[in-house]
């Protein structure tokens, strides 16, 4: 499997635009993660999903912001309108269920580096 | 979740071992310890997880005493492409694992 794979890498847009990142999970993969990076707060996670459904969104920063899940190999985290102050890295990441729900590692995407000008 | 605390920084020197100490006096009991390791523009990497006692694998050691309430993740024989942020995580109990993390102890190795 090559990985997670996140595109694009690096996303450039003006203040008020529309921003789709993208990933796609290693396949067979039960959860998948998105985080969110700056300098300021760190490794942050935004949503996850469990065989595609959303669980917990509570880490999303505000109504902007939405997440997909529409099948097993695609989801999208999607920012409407985008601000300057949404700048950061976003990384998706997946993970398979352990025997006991836990002791699994996450992989993580290479991540998307957005600028908000 | 099992809060953690790490050092925010730490400096070494190439060929010197590493040990880097977290703490989770809470922990559950059902609770398992990860370390990740994130080099700068990449997402962060699994190196090696444990629940008690001492865990090797080909990267670092994992030591964890019997009461849990901290682990040492031991980096020997560290060199210059080991500089990077290392984060110690307490996996959520009782259900699936959700990986939470802090800020990380940011390691640099000087030559």
């Known amino acids: 499997d090559a990985g997670v794979i996140q595109s694009p890498r690096h996303e450039v847009t003006e203040m008020g635009q529309e921003v789709t990142l993208r990933c796609k999970p290693i396949?067979?993969?039960?959860?998948l993660f998105w985080y969110r990076q700056t300098m300021m707060r760190g490794l942050e996670l935004l949503i996850y999903?469990?065989?595609?459904?959303?669980?917990?969104d509570s880490g999303m920063p505000e109504d902007r912001f939405s997440a997909k899940m529409p099948n097993a190999s695609f989801s999208t985290l999607k920012i409407q309108p985008s601000e300057p102050r949404d700048s950061a890295v976003y990384f998706c990441?997946?993970?398979?269920?352990?025997?006991?729900?836990?002791?699994?590692?996450?992989?993580f995407g290479q991540g998307t580096r957005l600028t908000v000008v | 979740l099992a809060k953690t605390t790490q050092p925010i920084s730490m400096d070494s020197y190439e060929g010197q071992e590493v040990n880097i100490t977290c703490s989770h006096n809470?922990?559950?009991?059902?609770?398992?310890i990860t370390w990740y390791q994130q080099f700068p523009s990449q997402g962060p990497r699994f190196i090696i997880q444990?629940?008690?006692t001492k865990v090797t694998n080909e990267v670092a050691s994992l030591f964890i005493p019997a009461d849990r309430k901290s682990s040492t993740l031991s980096l020997p024989r560290v060199s210059l492409s080991d500089t990077a942020v290392y984060y110690c995580l307490v996996g959520a109990s009782g259900g699936s694992y959700i990986p939470t993390f802090g800020r990380g102890t940011s390691l640099i190795v000087h030559p």
């Open positions: 396949s067979g993969h039960d959860y």
């Open positions: 990441a997946s993970s398979l269920e352990g025997a006991q729900g836990w002791e699994t590692e996450a992989f």
């Open positions: 809470n922990i559950a009991t059902n609770d398992y």
């Open positions: 444990g629940y008690k």
């Open positions: 999903f469990n065989n595609n459904v959303p669980i917990d």
